[in-house]
């Protein structure tokens, strides 16, 4: 099972994710506490190695400034939350899609993107609130042709249940390997520990 340590800002932070075995590197550069600038993010990801994945995170972007961030900080990947402006990018595209029962099916069934990365439905922020979604509420076997990312309140403690009911190509932790708001080093060791 594939990793995503999201919400990165600084570069020890990144290093100890590659380090210790994560597959994908989320930024944030949508309105959110762990907002990052594309100069910060292109900065503390100079020594990133190819075969790690570098994702940007949106929510209801504009395609020009997609491409514009993708170029600018060479990102490997998307994650759009909210509206979808455009089907395609120049990179591979993560759905993000809310599991609520009605949204949910919606948006599986219109997106052609290869990812859908499930998290619980928006409150403060879209994404990234750190509350688990009601797993009985999400069914992946009848998803077919896509890669399946699980996302919202994981933990060191429970990565491994997500794993034991949804069987998926990745997990997505941000808020699971911080101690009040701030990535930890130990938790994010702890939590790649557990997951791979």
Not at 43 to 60: D, L, M, Q, W
Not at 79 to 107: C, M, W
Not at 187 to 194: P, T, W
Request: aromatic share 8%; glycine share 6%.
């Amino acid at each position: 099972m594939k990793v995503k340590i999201c919400g990165l800002k600084t570069e020890e932070h990144v290093n100890t994710a590659v380090a210790y075995g994560a597959n994908y590197l989320g930024f944030v550069f949508a309105k959110s506490k762990r907002q990052i600038t594309l100069e910060k993010a292109r900065e503390i990801t100079k020594n990133v190695p190819k075969e790690v994945k570098k994702v940007g995170v949106f929510v209801s972007p504009s395609l020009s400034d997609v491409e514009r961030i993708i170029q600018q900080a060479e990102l490997d990947m998307v994650q759009i939350h909210g509206l979808l402006t455009a089907d395609h990018f120049s990179v591979p595209l993560i759905r993000a899609v809310p599991v609520d029962g009605l949204t949910q099916e919606k948006l599986i069934q219109e997106t052609t993107a290869e990812f859908l990365l499930f998290d619980a439905p928006p409150k403060q922020f879209v994404g990234g609130n750190g509350e688990v979604f009601d797993w009985q509420k999400l069914d992946t076997r009848s998803i077919k042709n896509k890669k399946i990312i699980i996302a919202g309140g994981l933990t060191p403690e429970n990565v491994q249940k997500a794993k034991q009911t949804f069987d998926p190509y990745a997990v997505d932790v941000s808020s699971g390997v911080e101690t009040n708001g701030e990535k930890d080093v130990e938790k994010i060791i702890a939590f790649l520990k557990k997951a791979i």
